[in-house]
């Protein structure tokens, strides 16, 4: 997991790929974390991304680095029940305590991938597999 986590940080923003009907969705995101041997992820419970997490757990996650390689980690969303993870998520970005609050009602809901594939690709190579 070490391994996706770093890539996940020297990218800086990775996109999200989910299905909405049959309507791919992609968008970036920048908060992960790594934790009880996890990547983890948040989103909010009022947007569209967690609701299609919901009703389609399969996704992909495409990083890119400056250096040329980019990863591709696939799986199937699972969302946690412990609220420490997303504690730990907003303690690591403080402003996100603007929005997910209990004066705005907005929760963020973690997750992390299971039955997952990561794979680091160079440009012009062969992949590496991460896990």
């Known amino acids: ?12 923003v990775f996109f999200l790929a989910t299905v909405d009907g ?3 969705k992609v968008r970036p995101l920048g908060a992960h974390l790594e934790m009880d041997d996890k990547v983890l992820f948040g989103v909010g419970d009022f947007k569209d991304v967690y609701k299609q997490l919901v009703a389609n757990p399969k996704v992909e996650i495409v990083a890119c680095k400056q250096d040329g390689h980019w990863m591709r ?4 969303a699972v969302f946690e029940e412990d609220p420490k993870y997303a504690e730990a998520i907003l303690d690591m970005i403080p402003d996100l305590r603007n929005i997910y609050n209990e004066q705005t009602g907005n929760k963020m809901m973690t997750f992390h991938l299971e039955d997952a594939t990561a794979v680091d690709i160079a440009m012009m190579g062969e992949g590496e597999n991460l896990l």
């Open 1 to 12: 997991m070490s391994k996706v986590n770093d890539f996940l940080t020297e990218a800086g």
């Open 73 to 76: 980690y696939t799986g199937k």
């Open 22 to 24: 049959d309507q791919p």
